[in-house]
């Protein structure tokens, strides 16, 4: 088995493991509900092309969503992940929503750190994260009241980089919006879309 494959392996390994991780934090009894699952390409925001050997998982249940994403072509550098969470789509205007159906009460967005991780220099990006209804985040939240429809939400993932690696504020970096920013150019690269199903 070449070096290359083997690699492949070990990230699908990495990430199925990270999945169920993530499934058995949120997963209600069987005899409750099943978990509903969901796949979405990942998108370079700069043109709307798909990113090479790049996918994301949703899944969901009352109590809550979590997601994986595996991606390529990053630049390396530090990385945050943001849940943007339509709640009620079916009061935008059009589907997907918008920026401008989120200033909306009635869909009731919000756009809250779900998580972040360096990318090394092969440009490859792995990451995982659990939303509950109700529960807090550990990065920054920029707007709205969270999950609070996770059966019936849109879920947009969107991955944003951060420059360089800045000794002393990585934490920054990973979680909130702007970390690093001052300093390195920031911009949003990649985005996943789960409409609600």
């Not at 990385?79 to 009731?108: G, K, M």
């Not at 490859?124 to 709205?144: Q, Y």
């Not at 429809?149 to 800045?166: E, F, K, Q, S, T």
């Not at 919006?177 to 001052?182: I, L, R, T």
Request: aromatic share 6%; charged share 15%.
């Amino acid at each position: 088995m070449t070096k290359k494959k083997r690699i492949n392996n070990f990230n699908r390994t990495a990430m199925l493991i990270l999945l169920i991780a993530c499934v058995s934090f949120i997963t209600e009894p069987a005899v409750a509900q099943r978990p509903l699952f969901s796949t979405s390409d990942l998108y370079r925001i700069s043109d709307n092309s798909a990113v090479v050997d790049a996918n994301s998982v949703l899944v969901r249940n009352r109590r809550g969503i979590s997601m994986t994403i595996h991606t390529s072509e990053l630049p390396p550098g530090a990385y945050s992940v943001w849940w943007v969470i339509h709640n009620y789509p079916e009061f935008c205007t059009e589907r997907p929503c918008t920026l401008t159906d989120e200033a909306n009460p009635l869909v009731q967005a919000s756009v809250l750190n779900a998580t972040g991780s360096v990318v090394g220099m092969r440009g490859t990006g792995n990451f995982g994260a659990a939303l509950s209804v109700g529960s807090p985040t550990h990065g920054e939240v920029i707007f709205g009241p969270g999950l609070l429809n996770p059966l019936g939400a849109d879920v947009l993932m969107v991955v944003r980089y951060h420059g360089p690696v800045i000794p002393g504020i990585l934490t920054e970096q990973l979680t909130t919006f702007d970390g690093g920013c001052a300093i390195n150019t920031c911009s949003d690269e990649q985005v996943a879309l789960h409409l609600r199903l």
